[in-house]
């Protein structure tokens, strides 16, 4: 993890401005009374726009004139529209100069017309992908380096656990092809799960390693905050979250029949007051989630997730377990999946086997957009998170897709 976590900090270079965060935060105001005070970003804004008509057809021809933007329901004067068609990006109406340019070092293998292609981030969450299942999960990032990474896209590829993924921004697609090789499942199996140790939270390994998946998104999506006009798509391919599984089997009790030590089951259940804090493991794991939906909202980023089980039909013959708490933990953990990606205007590729369709989707979507740029008039800071709104002029027939929110960065406090 310690290389995975040096080499986050190559995304930095990529930067140019910060996107959804200011370009010149206001300096703070005096402390008053021995309170502190806090500074937040809070001035230039951009946000995606994806343009269809009826016939589900990308419209690439919309000027500034065309659109309007509310923040929590005031107008927003619009001052930068980029067009990013087939890849390339068209700048139509530039945003305003930073107060402050940051140094830019690209991959030394970037094509000759840098305008071209996409920004990928693939998440390669191999603590939570089944070693079974390898060869599938293989058989899946050769179809993402064939359908959805295309000549002239930079990628980054990260993973969190055994795999040892840490690969710097690059155009060179081999690279991608080298790294298949290498990914391995190494996710907990069920059985691990009832007989491993247990803390004041539960599993105390489920928890470490969501901790580390989330950890891991978070850092790279803090850094691709300082990438601008570029819609940043992240890969990440997982097979979900769920803080307290398998809870009646930790307990002890027949997969089947239930109970232990000639308890009752319900007996059984009302053991799990043992467990302090437990019963909040839902609650913990919709915090992580916003957090790092947040953190990508910040960065104008998209996440898409992608269950690599597909159609899951049950449990293998070998793990005994009762099909329906089977069935509950597979349904929290790819709802998980879905937070991740409709929270910030993706899509939860799970419990689907047709990948490719789903690739071609994601291709479509990160190829043809609009990125709009405005100076945020509300001067609040403790309004953190804002309400945004995309609406079209006069045109009636074609439908305007746009994230609904951002969430101001809160910055150190002032000394």
């Given amino acids: 993890m310690k290389t995975a976590s040096y080499r986050l900090a190559a995304l930095a270079t990529l930067a140019l401005t910060t996107a959804l965060g200011a370009q010149a935060p206001a300096p703070p105001a005096p402390a008053q009374g021995g309170q502190p005070q806090f500074r937040v970003a809070i001035d230039y804004v951009t946000t995606d ?3 269809r008509n009826g016939q589900d057809q990308f419209v690439a021809d919309l000027t500034k004139g065309d659109f309007e933007v509310y923040e929590d329901g005031v107008k927003q004067e619009l001052t930068g529209l980029t067009l990013v068609h087939g890849g390339r990006v068209h700048n139509l109406a530039a945003p305003p100069a930073p107060s402050a340019q940051e140094g830019i070092i690209l991959p030394p293998s970037r094509p000759k017309n840098d305008t071209a292609g996409r920004i990928f981030l693939i998440i390669v969450d191999d603590l939570h992908l089944d070693f079974r299942n390898t060869g599938r999960i293989r058989d899946l990032f050769k179809k993402i380096s064939r359908t959805l990474v295309h000549e002239g896209d930079m990628f980054s590829i990260v993973s969190t656990g055994p795999s040892s993924l840490a690969i710097d921004p690059t155009y060179d697609r081999k690279i991608l092809d080298e790294a298949i090789k290498k990914i391995t499942g190494s996710g907990l199996k069920p059985s691990d799960i009832i007989q491993g140790s247990e803390g004041s939270e539960g599993p105390s390994e489920v928890r470490y390693r969501a901790h580390v998946a989330f950890s891991t998104a978070y850092d790279m999506l803090s850094q691709m905050e300082k990438i601008n006009n570029r819609r940043k798509a992240v890969i990440w391919v997982s097979n979900g979250y769920d803080f307290n599984p398998f809870s009646e ?20 259940r009302q053991q799990q007051g043992a467990f302090s804090g437990q019963q909040f493991a839902d609650a913990d794991l919709a915090r992580e989630l916003a957090e790092v939906t947040r953190t990508a909202n910040r960065a104008n980023a998209t996440l898409y997730t992608i269950d690599p089980r597909g159609l899951v039909a049950g449990a293998d013959l070998d793990e005994q377990l009762d099909p329906v708490e089977y069935g509950e933990y597979v349904r929290k953990s790819q709802d998980s999946l879905r937070v991740l990606a409709e929270e910030t205007g993706g899509i ?8 490719d369709k789903a690739l071609k989707r994601i291709d479509a979507e990160t190829s043809d957009y609009y990125v709009l740029g405005y100076s945020s008039t509300n001067p609040d800071p403790l309004k953190r998170t804002r309400k ?5 002029v006069n045109k009636p027939g074609i439908t305007v897709w746009s994230r609904t929110s951002y969430s101001l960065r809160q910055q ?4």
Avoid: C, H, Y
């Fill in 49 to 51: 726009a994806i343009v």
């Fill in 249 to 268: 089997s930790r307990l002890g009790e027949d997969p089947v029949f239930g109970g232990r030590f000639g308890q009752t089951r319900e007996e059984g």
């Fill in 348 to 355: 939860a590729v799970v419990n689907q086997n047709n990948f």
């Fill in 388 to 392: 945004i709104e995309v609406k079209l």
């Fill in 412 to 415: 150190p406090k002032a000394p």
